[in-house]
């Protein structure tokens, strides 16, 4: 996550995290404008779905998985609509796509055009391509002059 938030710092935006309590504790990254701590991995899942657009989804544990799963469930049952779901590296990727399609659908638990809806690629333009059409056509998001920083919350 903290790539992220250092990328939109870099170009001026804003950046909010979604940190979650666990035994050893994890401290929110020196790139965040602001953050909110989970005690559950369930509502801090809620909340990313839903205030994001996409999900961009890089090699990762079973915490990448789990939200990987997640969201894939929901836009399959429609529960989310028009939801990027774009994995990062292809090499990383290969061996769950091919058991995805090899048993998942070939045992027909899944359908074909479940796995049409997660874009795997090694090309960050091809990520920003997908996302950004998904948020102009469906959220009206447009390019134009940064937001003017307003906090419902004052330091």
Request: proline residues 7%.
């Amino acid at each position: 996550m903290e790539a992220a938030n250092r990328g939109a710092k870099d170009v001026g935006g804003r950046s909010v995290g979604c940190n979650i309590e666990l035994p050893r504790e994890q401290q929110p990254n020196p790139y965040l404008d602001r953050w909110i701590t989970f005690r559950h991995f369930f509502v801090r899942k809620l909340m990313l779905i839903k205030y994001s657009y996409a999900f961009i989804a890089l090699p990762g544990g079973f915490g990448t998985m789990d939200e990987i799963f997640e969201t894939a469930t929901l836009i399959q049952t429609g529960k989310i609509q028009q939801f990027p779901l774009v994995l990062m590296g292809s090499d990383y990727w290969a061996p769950l796509i091919a058991f995805l399609r090899d048993r998942l659908v070939a045992e027909r638990t899944i359908a074909p055009e479940d796995l049409d809806r997660i874009t795997v690629t090694d090309s960050p333009e091809e990520a920003v391509e997908r996302v950004t059409r998904v948020g102009m056509d469906r959220f009206g998001l447009t390019y134009g002059p940064p937001p003017r920083r307003r906090w419902l919350l004052r330091e």
